[in-house]
């Protein structure tokens, strides 16, 4: 027979509605009663209801993941990071893939927040950096939690986790300049995506910091693809100087890069470097593997939503963490040829 909550608190020796405060992580229970509960339900195997629980009190456990990212392998890690969290504090998880170009974006978020009574959204970007869309749920008082590029909070709630691409990119692109690299090139991302901004100023900054020109026909407009990277490369590869190195503003378009250099019999990296960023499977798929920049996304995912729960429960919670991107040093970068 199925373990009810009746069950739970007569084994624990406690009221039914101890054990409810304790499954749903409330305050002011005592450590050694939290203790008792939480040992009868690991012998007694129960498993909360959560639909029960969502129906009978005027709370939601219903976290909204909120995307629009062509990226498979990023959503595939916060859809990962956020569900760990939701199960480790009894929530369950609602995924919204959407078009946040589209007319009726704010109207068809609002609408999904009130007909599911979401506890909160986890917005990833370009969601998370839209003011228009971040207005629509403030107005109907939607918890969110967002997740974007930046070292502050600049609009919104403010509870965010922030990734400082400029820091990373900086970082990498460091690591070719000490390798002797002084011809550097960029391939950016969508640039409605803060992320490729921040990557791009990044990458200037690190160029200026050791007194060497930014040659703008080496910096190529495009998307958060391989297809973009493959004719980014092109594109580098017809001009007269070819740029001794190149930083892809994710490993997908520096997967995209290394292709074409291979199909016009570019040998990497004796004739060209190419680093990635984000350190996703593309970056260890490709022959040689990728140079990248390693960003946590399942554990962002994880701590963003722990954060957006904390905030719910008490309001004194803490507002955010900024992760610190770090470069990956792997096959796809040597120093240029004399």
Known sequence: MKVTINDVAKYAGVSIKTVSRVTNNEPSVKQVTI????????ELNYQPNLAARNLAGTKSYVIGFIYDNPNAYYIIDMQNGILSACKDLGYELLIHPCNSRADNICEELTTLVKHNR???????????EDP????????????????IAGEKVETGNGLAVLVNDRSGAISITQHLIDLGHKNIAFLSGDHEHESTKERLAGFKQALLNNQ????????????????SGVQGAKTLLKQNIRPSAIVACNDEIAAGALFAARLEGVDIPAEISIVGFEDSPFSRQTWPKL???HQPNEQIAHIATELLIAKRKEKSAQSGKVFLPEPVIRDSTAQPQT
């Open 35 to 42: 203790d008792k509960v939480n040992s009868a339900i690991k």
């Open 118 to 128: 979401l506890s909160g959204l986890v917005l990833t970007p370009p969601l998370s």
């Open 132 to 147: 228009v869309i971040l207005a629509a749920l403030d107005k109907i008082d939607a918890s969110y939690v967002r997740i």
């Open 212 to 227: 060497l020109a930014i040659n703008e026909d080496f910096i190529i407009d495009g998307k958060y693809s391989f297809e």
């Open 291 to 293: 140079t990248t920049v």
